[in-house]
């Protein structure tokens, strides 16, 4: 018999803060896990009903653990979901006000939580004017690569939708920052350098017309094995882009 025990709830949650967030601290809890099992139920009752008029019954109770729980990484798990649903205020013109209220909030009272990448995120909550101010002020408060690079990454999105010549300037800047300095950071299931290569170095317009030859994409399959769009060379092939907001 195996004198090891079972990993248990805990355990599963250190290691998950370690591999995304770079630090256990204040993870292993049963304040952590309440506030789980209330986005658990959210997300059970959102899923069979409308999640705007869920998301307006349930903002008391995290309101509640944000409160109980004020100052700890499980009080800062409650307050991003409050965060995130301010999305429902959008056509009440509010959304906006209210998420960068609580965003410069947050910033102040959890500057060295992991978690404060989810700001960054969430970056479709601000106002377009203001998301490279409240972007450098938490790259300025925070000490996490995983931020900052989160943080860069979306200013860059902002500056990109411009046409100002300045603008264009510096989300290059931005891209090679990101590339030199966090293209080890993990975004998703690739690297925030992968990101920026791709960003920086984009495919002509001439070369992406119809009746020219598709230019070389490389990917991994579900094994981890590498591919290459030429090696279907012959072959008809449908690639599907999505995106998971």
């Not at 409160?67 to 965060?83: P, Q």
């Not at 009272?109 to 700001?119: H, W």
């Not at 925030?192 to 990917?219: R, T």
């Amino acid at each position: 018999m195996s004198s090891q025990s079972p990993m248990n709830f805990c355990s599963l949650t250190v290691m998950l803060a370690a591999l995304f967030f770079g630090s256990t601290a204040g993870w292993c809890d049963e304040d952590l896990q309440k506030v789980e099992a209330l986005e658990a139920l959210f997300k059970t009752a959102a899923d069979k009903s409308n999640p705007r008029t869920v998301a307006e019954e349930f903002q008391t109770r995290f309101e509640t653990l944000a409160m109980k729980f004020s100052g700890t990484e499980s009080g800062l798990r409650a307050e991003l979901w409050i965060l995130r649903n301010h999305w429902w205020k959008r056509s009440a013109g509010t959304m906006e006000e209210a998420a960068t209220k609580q965003v410069r909030r947050l910033i102040t009272e959890y500057s060295d939580s992991p978690q404060l990448s989810r700001i960054a995120e969430f970056r479709y909550l601000y106002d377009r004017d203001e998301i490279s101010t409240l972007m450098d002020e938490l790259i300025e408060a925070s000490p996490h690569d995983r931020v900052d690079a989160w943080a860069i990454h979306a200013k860059v999105y902002t500056l990109r939708r411009s046409k100002d010549p300045q603008d264009i300037a510096r989300s290059r800047k931005s891209l090679e920052l990101l590339r030199d300095r966090y293209g080890a950071v993990p975004f998703r299931d690739s690297t925030f350098g992968a990101i920026a290569v791709a960003m920086l170095s984009p495919h002509p317009a001439e070369d992406l017309v119809v009746g020219k030859v598709a230019p070389e994409i490389e990917g991994s399959d579900v094994d981890g094995n590498i591919f290459r769009l030429s090696d279907f060379r012959g072959r008809v092939v449908l690639i599907d882009f999505w995106g998971d907001w």
